[in-house]
C-alpha cells in the first residue's frame, strides 16, 4: 500500500459527459502527478501540482483540467469525453523537500475509465 | 530533447533464466534514474533508484541495475527469474531542473515456465 488513495476504482460514462477523478496523496507529500495509461499511448504524464500551484503540464488535452486543494488532494476533471479517453489514470505523490529521496514518486491503485 | 529509451518493448525469457532490461536516456550533466515495477492491474512501485554514489544499484526482488555514464545507460538485470516477476517495467529519469520524471515507454517481462 503506497499511501495513496484515488477514488473511484472503476468509472463508465457516456461520450460527452464530464468525469471528476479524485486523489488524496501520502500524508505530508506536496506534489501530486497525474498520469493516463492506455495500450496505445502507454503511460503520459499529464500534470503536475506542488502545494496548491500548477508546477509542470504534459500531455493534458484542453479539455482536462486538474486543481489541488489546500487540504493537498487533487481533482482531475475530464470533460466532453470521448471513447479514446477510456484509459488507467494514475495519480502519484512526492515529498521533494525529503534530501535522500527528493523524486520518488509513490503511485496510487488508479482509476479505470471506461467511455461508451 | 530529453528522452528515455527503453530499446525492448518485450522480452521473454525462461524461468530461472538471467534477464537484462535496457534503458537509455540522453546525456545530461546530472541525473537521477529510476526504475518502476507495475504487476497486472495494479499501480506502479519504485523497484530501485540511482541519486548518486555507487553505480550499481540493488532494488527489491533481487534486481539491479547499473548506471554507465559513459554509455547513459541504467540497464536492470535479475540473475534467476520466477514467475512471480511478470510485469511491465518502466525506467525513468530526471535530468534537469524542473526535477520533472521522463518516462520509457515501458518493457513487458514474459516469463515462459
Known amino acids: 500500500d503506497s499511501g495513496v488513495t484515488q477514488t473511484p476504482k472503476h468509472l463508465i460514462t457516456a461520450t460527452g459527459q464530464r468525469v471528476t477523478l479524485r486523489c488524496s496523496p501520502r500524508?505530508?507529500?506536496?506534489?501530486v502527478y497525474w498520469y493516463q495509461q492506455s495500450l496505445d499511448q502507454g503511460l503520459q504524464f499529464l500534470i503536475h501540482y506542488y502545494n496548491g500551484e500548477e508546477r509542470a503540464k504534459g500531455n493534458i488535452l484542453e479539455r482536462f483540467s486538474a486543481q489541488q486543494f489546500p487540504d493537498l488532494h487533487s481533482e482531475l476533471n475530464l470533460s466532453s469525453l470521448e471513447l479514446g479517453d477510456s484509459a488507467l489514470y494514475f495519480c502519484?505523490?512526492?515529498?521533494?523537500?525529503?534530501?535522500?529521496?527528493?523524486?520518488?514518486?509513490?503511485f496510487g491503485p488508479g482509476t479505470r475509465l471506461t467511455v461508451t | 530533447a530529453q528522452s528515455v529509451t527503453q530499446l525492448d518493448s518485450q522480452v521473454p525469457v525462461f524461468e530461472e533464466a538471467p534477464v537484462e532490461l535496457r534503458c537509455n536516456y540522453s546525456?545530461?550533466?546530472?541525473?537521477?534514474l529510476f526504475w518502476y515495477v507495475q504487476y497486472p492491474n495494479q499501480g506502479l512501485q519504485l523497484l530501485l533508484k540511482y541519486l548518486s554514489g555507487s553505480t550499481l544499484v540493488k532494488g527489491i526482488n533481487g534486481f539491479e541495475a547499473e548506471f554507465n555514464k559513459s554509455q547513459t545507460s541504467f540497464h536492470l538485470r535479475k540473475p534467476s527469474v520466477h514467475i512471480s516477476d511478470t510485469a511491465e517495467y518502466f525506467c525513468?529519469?530526471?535530468?534537469?531542473?524542473?526535477?520533472?520524471?521522463?518516462w520509457g515507454a515501458g518493457t513487458k517481462l514474459i516469463i515462459k515456465p
Open positions: 525513468a529519469a530526471v535530468m534537469d531542473s524542473n526535477y520533472q520524471l521522463i
Open positions: 500524508s505530508g507529500d506536496l506534489s
Open positions: 502519484a505523490s512526492s515529498d521533494s523537500q525529503q534530501a535522500d529521496q527528493p523524486y520518488e514518486q509513490y
Open positions: 546525456s545530461s550533466v546530472s541525473v537521477y
